[in-house]
């Protein structure tokens, strides 16, 4: 079927390639996403039958032009990008995409994860989640009713994170602290979560755990990470959220979750109202709490960077925990 056809890679640095991919998908009403590494096209002649793209283990940006919908086209780009994936050594893959095309993922050897009215989570493997699951179980502390998360990035972890962690802490019998483990941070995921270990270690019944692939992930929620706010995030929103509630909180027994309120950026913004809407299904109830404040001004990671960056170290020592000052004033630091 395929003998006439071609398949291009375009890798990152072909930006006149990539933009003819883009404007492909905007025809079809589908976002390009520019932080993916491969994007693989299926052309007949000059005409773009289809593309699909992979940031890496996540495949996403999919889509079949309307002319060419029943001719296997999205098959020969699912097993283009799983060959290519194969080739990195990167074998667990995810997707995100929209709803329509979940039965055809599912005879690829996709399996579902979470799917909300417009768009589904699968991957090709049929374990992944379920191991996922038990991992975060091994945390579980059984001996208490009150459990309460937290969701954060601590880039890195401040006295205002620290301070709406010391509050849940004292509200309730056991808190659950998910650091986001994407690497898409200027602080490396270890240094992050070491540091929140050593800033809360005053606190007996806090428990510091690696979000992984399903807590504000590349999987779960791409637009967290680029800052974008695009069609798609309310979507990114309910799939994120959902998971959390259905699974997670199930999980641990997590009855509350802790937000801070979001003054800057209008994406957290969003997901904190999409928060108060979502987990109360799940019988979780949520505390915003107002962010902390040092002379009038609202305590910020990027801020904390930007003195980090200008050492001034003695403003500095003010906003943030010891652990954080010593790293961010040490050698180790990476901004």
Known sequence: MFENYTVEYIEKDQVKKREKAEKFLNKLGLKYDEGVDITIVLKNNDEILGTISAEDNLIKCMGINQNHRNEGILNKLVSEIIKFKYSQNIFELSVITGICNK???????????????????????????????????EHKNKNNKNNAAVVMNLNPITKGHLYLIEKASKENDFVYIFVVSEDKSEIPFEVRFELAEKSTQHLKNVKIIEGGDYIISSSTFPSYFTKTYNDWVENYCDLDLNIFGKYISKTLNIKKRYIGSEPYCSLTSYYNKKIHKILPKYNVEIEEVERLANKDEVISASKVRKLAKESKFDILKELVPVPTYRYLKSKRRTL
């Open 103 to 137: 039965d055809k993922l599912k005879s690829l050897g996709f399996y579902e994860i979470y799917s909300t009215e417009n768009i589904v989570l699968m991957e090709n493997s049929k374990y992944k989640f379920q191991n996922y699951i038990k991992k975060i179980e």
